[in-house]
């Protein structure tokens, strides 16, 4: 199983990001997808989640509204567009699998930072 994360970098606050997350190894479209993200001192935090459908997301509440998570399964890829983006929104950010059986996998993650 391999996750590779793209995207990120450094953005003006009120900024845009989009970020991608290459997946192989095992049946994508069979799972959820998940975005964590990790700020400096803290631990790690979900994000966003989607169904392995695309069709029910569900996200926490600091980025409701502004974040956007989605899929496109024939190209085993999950993405998070991120908008208005805040100093606090700073972190590296991590793509999840949890498959049946309980085997987790994590991406190596990709840095985005927010600052004027």
């Known amino acids: 199983v391999q996750l590779v994360e793209s995207g990120g970098g450094l953005v003006q606050p009120g900024g845009s990001l989009r970020l991608s997350c290459a997946a192989s190894g095992f049946t994508f479209s069979n799972y959820p997808m998940n975005w964590f993200r990790q700020a400096p001192g803290k631990g790690r935090e979900l994000v966003a989640t989607i169904d392995r459908t695309g069709r029910i997301t569900d996200y926490v509440a600091a980025v409701k509204g502004r974040f956007t998570i989605s899929r496109d399964n024939a190209k085993n890829a999950v993405y998070l567009q991120m908008n208005s983006l805040k100093p606090d929104d700073t972190a590296v950010y991590y793509c999840?699998?949890?498959?049946?059986?309980?085997?987790?996998?994590w991406g190596q993650g990709t840095q985005v930072t927010v600052s004027s």
């Open positions: 999840y699998v949890r498959r049946y059986g309980g085997s987790e996998s």
